[in-house]
């Protein structure tokens, strides 16, 4: 079996708004092993993000607060580290790429620049040094010219040069763990499988492990090997991709996978369906399951007023729902 690198326990985190407290991520746990690719999905809203926040604690304080859990990294809680200890990490042995690299690169500084200062400020090099490494980084991830575009800013180079050269950045200290926002989310479909495939490599590359977060279940089906899908703040089922795709057992990922269109010759047989409504306000959710208002199979005397555990159905697969607990 493989090594834990990184182990979620009861992650909770909070924002408080003028209309009350939301609970946006409420009781998470999981694990990432060495060298796998793990898939979170979900909804807009449904806590992806927060959650990939909260393990970097990059929550803003205020209005948000992680208010228990534990996020285990290599036997050490960071939970527990100083803001000093936390800043030799993030970047260093766990790295974050955001859904867009217009918002997160620096406009005002050449590219390289950007990549050099994270080697300089983690390896602890020379900026003559760190410089060449930064160009050797946008050479890897593919950018044409390297020496040339390093010294180019954001808004010279097009949304899927930008987003390589946040792979080149994240890289640039061999993460042991790299979390992926959404990372193409604003691409083309051609410049998206480019950028996986990419990110592929280079974790082939490293060794690094990767959270891989998305709303698409094509990008979970070809790159991950396990998955955990999110509803309203919780996890409510989790399997190895082939178990989860061939076998769904939550109502909310029936409706995921019911939901993604089909081939055309299949169409005419089984158009795809969709989730009525919406995910809850996390403001006040409703009392049992969460999804019990969504639900086409909900039972009322058991799923509308009693919460279900998120329990084990077979061997590494867990789901939260009364049909199967």
Request: glycine share 8%; aromatic share 4%; hydrophobic share 40%.
């Amino acid at each position: 079996m493989a090594e834990s690198l990184l182990r979620v326990q009861e992650l909770k985190t909070v924002f408080h708004t003028s209309e009350g407290i939301v609970r946006a991520v409420d009781g998470v746990n999981f694990e990432v092993q060495t060298g796998e690719t793990l898939g979170i999905v979900g909804e807009s809203g449904c806590g992806k993000s927060v959650t990939a926040l909260s393990i970097l604690r990059l929550i803003p304080n205020p209005p948000g607060r992680i208010v228990g859990g534990e996020v285990v990294f290599r036997g050490t809680n960071l939970m527990a580290l100083s803001e000093a200890q936390m800043r030799k990490i993030r970047g260093n042995t766990i790295s974050m790429i955001f859904q867009e690299p217009m918002t997160s690169l620096n406009p005002v500084f050449q590219v390289g620049n950007q990549i050099a200062e994270a080697i300089r400020i983690h390896q602890g090099v020379t900026k003559q040094v760190a410089d060449r490494q930064a160009v050797e980084m946008l050479n890897a991830v593919g950018i044409p010219s390297p020496q040339v575009r390093s010294r180019e800013y954001p808004h010279q180079m097009s949304g899927g040069m930008r987003q390589r050269v946040m792979i080149a950045m994240a890289f640039s200290c061999n993460p042991r763990v790299l979390i992926a926002d959404e990372p193409t989310t604003a691409l083309d479909v051609t410049i998206q499988a480019q950028i996986l495939n990419l990110m592929s490599e280079m974790k082939d590359r490293t060794g690094s492990s990767i959270i891989l977060i998305t709303h698409d279940l094509g990008v979970i089906a070809e790159n991950a090997q396990r998955v955990i899908v999110m509803y309203a703040g919780e996890i409510v089922e989790s399997a190895d991709v082939k178990t989860l795709f061939s076998n769904p057992l939550h109502p909310y990922t029936i409706g995921l996978l019911g939901s993604v269109p089909k081939k055309r010759s299949s169409l005419a047989k089984k158009p795809f369906s969709t989730i009525k409504g919406r995910v809850p306000s996390l403001i006040g959710l409703p009392s049992g399951c969460k999804f019990h208002n969504r639900c086409s199979d909900v039972d009322p005397d058991r799923c509308r007023k009693q919460k279900p555990e998120l329990k084990r159905s077979a061997d590494g697969h867990w789901v939260r729902c009364w049909k199967h607990g």
